[in-house]
């Protein structure tokens, strides 16, 4: 009921700045929670940031205060701002979108992941 896109993925050099989008499109108005996580080779996927229907907002500890998620409600996009990048940023970042009216109803969707790759 629930389809995540992502976008904004690429190569960049240390220092510098991506902004990774999320766009959610059907039951828009079931999603509890929009959060990205990163995998990096090797390793298991990580929070690295969510935002709460009502908007509270958790961090991942890697981030560091260099990332900031954000949403736009209108266009039902989830945006991540990835300032000051670290070689040891480059993963694969995943969209995720809990859903659901209830915990008993509720359900899990991924988007694709989009590759970023930090340079030093």
Request: aromatic residues 10%.
């Amino acid at each position: 009921q629930v389809q995540l896109v992502e976008s904004g993925g690429g190569l960049v050099q240390a220092g510098g700045s991506l902004r990774l989008s999320c766009s959610a499109s059907g039951n828009t108005f079931s999603i509890n929670t929009t959060g990205w996580y990163y995998q990096a080779p090797g390793k298991q996927r990580e929070l690295v940031a969510s935002i709460t229907k009502r908007g509270r907002i958790t961090y991942g500890a890697s981030v560091e205060g260099r990332f900031t998620i954000s949403r736009d409600d209108a266009k039902n996009i989830v945006y991540l701002q990835m300032n000051s990048l670290k070689p040891e940023d480059t993963a694969v970042y995943y969209c995720k979108a809990d859903a659901g009216w209830n915990i008993e109803s509720s359900a899990t969707y991924w988007g694709q992941g989009t590759q970023v790759t930090v340079s030093s």
